[in-house]
């Protein structure tokens, strides 16, 4: 099974500068990618651009994905999966397996949230959240591009899985998925402190699969297989087995003259792969710097024209205020953008969880 966020809503035109509106055939698309594969659809419709579009289209949305065989989840009605109505209808070994787990959604924003009131919302968790079952929350979360998490919500995080967020319930969550910042952010392990518990696992923020948006930072993400079976000290427990995660980054033609014709190409990127660190602000100063080298030289042009002769000193008092602009704008980008630092120490490497027996294939033989 695929899990994944549907950020926006079926719809031909935006219906506002900020709203989020997809093509009716994406459905298609994805189910065309697994055609062969023996594989699912899960998609999340709990997210601030769920209400973009008012309840209708909303419902139209989740129709369609129900159409194309896409289950959805985060609608309030349906706020986890699976359901009991899944089950029934599917029956197989795999439902049996997945009658075991509870995928909760639910988001901490709202574009529209005085008129959104069909989705399930993040403070709505603990009562989604089933005892008898491996609960994992695919939560909407946190704040935009942050390549950093901060200390309040490392500790809030860890928190919610040792103990629960509210410590009077005591529900703590097996696995959390989360996203929303469109950066891709740590997966770390929370070590367990007792015998009882077997370590869990939590990625902060899946970052972009893919988007519509055409710029370098809505371009990056990170996908993750995670293995889930009985735990090695308790056969009445599920813990996560082995993890395996990438970067990912969509290859696209930002110049194609005409929009329709651009398209994009979701890459596994081996390149951040093998880098430690995950940063892209430098690529951004270059950028800058060309910019500004590039507005010299045209301003030298016009310069040239209009005066016929070159009047150097202008041109670099020009190309100075130019760079002064420049290098407040680079200022005010670090001090809003204080989180879009690399912090390798909570967790941004390759790491293989081994508190789970299964799905080690020499010992299914066995
Ligand atoms: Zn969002």
Redesign the pocket.
């Given at each position: 099974m695929i899990v994944g966020n549907l950020?926006g809503i079926i719809a031909k035109k935006k219906s506002g500068w900020a709203s989020q509106n997809h093509r009716g055939d994406i459905f298609k698309d994805l189910k065309e990618l697994t055609k062969n594969l023996n594989i699912d659809w899960l998609l999340c419709m709990s997210?601030?651009?769920s209400g973009d579009f008012g309840y209708c289209k909303f419902k139209h949305t989740w129709d369609l994905a129900i159409e194309n065989e896409i289950e959805i989840f985060g609608p309030r009605k349906r706020p986890c999966f699976p359901d009991g109505a899944y089950l029934n209808q599917k029956n197989d070994k795999f439902s049996e397996f997945l009658s075991k787990i509870n995928i909760v959604s639910g988001t901490m924003?709202r574009n529209h949230s005085k008129t959104c009131n069909y989705i399930s919302l993040y403070e709505w968790k603990n009562s989604y959240f089933n005892e008898k079952k491996f609960n994992i929350l695919y939560p909407?979360w946190h704040y935009?591009n942050e390549d950093y998490v901060r200390e309040g919500i490392q500790e809030n995080c860890s928190e919610l899985m040792k103990y629960g967020d509210d410590s009077y319930e005591k529900k703590p969550w097996d696995l959390v998925f989360g996203?929303?910042p469109?950066v891709p952010q740590a997966i770390t392990n929370i070590e367990s402190e007792s015998d009882e518990i077997p370590n869990k696992l939590l990625a902060y923020s899946g970052g972009n699969f893919t988007s519509g948006v055409w710029r370098d930072k809505h371009n990056h993400g990170l996908i993750m297989k995670c293995e889930i079976g009985t735990w090695i000290k308790d056969a009445n427990r599920l813990a996560v087995g082995e993890v395996q995660w990438s970067y990912i980054r969509n290859k696209f033609n930002r110049w194609k003259f005409w929009r329709k014709n651009r398209t994009k190409e979701i890459i596994i990127d081996i390149e951040q792969n093998n880098k430690k660190s995950y940063f892209i602000i430098r690529k951004r100063i270059l950028y800058g710097v060309y910019i500004s080298l590039l507005i010299a030289l045209i301003l030298a042009v016009i310069l040239l024209f209009f005066n016929f002769q070159i009047d150097i000193g202008r041109i670099f008092i020009n190309l100075g205020v130019f760079q002064i602009i420049f290098l407040v704008y680079i200022a005010i980008m670090f001090k809003r953008r204080r989180y879009r630092k690399i912090n390798n120490n909570i967790g941004l490497k390759k790491e293989v969880f081994s508190n789970s027996s299964l799905p080690s294939s020499a010992r299914n033989i066995e």
């Amino acid at each position: 099974m695929i899990v994944g966020n549907l950020e926006g809503i079926i719809a031909k035109k935006k219906s506002g500068w900020a709203s989020q509106n997809h093509r009716g055939d994406i459905f298609k698309d994805l189910k065309e990618l697994t055609k062969n594969l023996n594989i699912d659809w899960l998609l999340c419709m709990s997210n601030n651009h769920s209400g973009d579009f008012g309840y209708c289209k909303f419902k139209h949305t989740w129709d369609l994905a129900i159409e194309n065989e896409i289950e959805i989840f985060g609608p309030r009605k349906r706020p986890c999966f699976p359901d009991g109505a899944y089950l029934n209808q599917k029956n197989d070994k795999f439902s049996e397996f997945l009658s075991k787990i509870n995928i909760v959604s639910g988001t901490m924003w709202r574009n529209h949230s005085k008129t959104c009131n069909y989705i399930s919302l993040y403070e709505w968790k603990n009562s989604y959240f089933n005892e008898k079952k491996f609960n994992i929350l695919y939560p909407h979360w946190h704040y935009e591009n942050e390549d950093y998490v901060r200390e309040g919500i490392q500790e809030n995080c860890s928190e919610l899985m040792k103990y629960g967020d509210d410590s009077y319930e005591k529900k703590p969550w097996d696995l959390v998925f989360g996203h929303h910042p469109h950066v891709p952010q740590a997966i770390t392990n929370i070590e367990s402190e007792s015998d009882e518990i077997p370590n869990k696992l939590l990625a902060y923020s899946g970052g972009n699969f893919t988007s519509g948006v055409w710029r370098d930072k809505h371009n990056h993400g990170l996908i993750m297989k995670c293995e889930i079976g009985t735990w090695i000290k308790d056969a009445n427990r599920l813990a996560v087995g082995e993890v395996q995660w990438s970067y990912i980054r969509n290859k696209f033609n930002r110049w194609k003259f005409w929009r329709k014709n651009r398209t994009k190409e979701i890459i596994i990127d081996i390149e951040q792969n093998n880098k430690k660190s995950y940063f892209i602000i430098r690529k951004r100063i270059l950028y800058g710097v060309y910019i500004s080298l590039l507005i010299a030289l045209i301003l030298a042009v016009i310069l040239l024209f209009f005066n016929f002769q070159i009047d150097i000193g202008r041109i670099f008092i020009n190309l100075g205020v130019f760079q002064i602009i420049f290098l407040v704008y680079i200022a005010i980008m670090f001090k809003r953008r204080r989180y879009r630092k690399i912090n390798n120490n909570i967790g941004l490497k390759k790491e293989v969880f081994s508190n789970s027996s299964l799905p080690s294939s020499a010992r299914n033989i066995e």
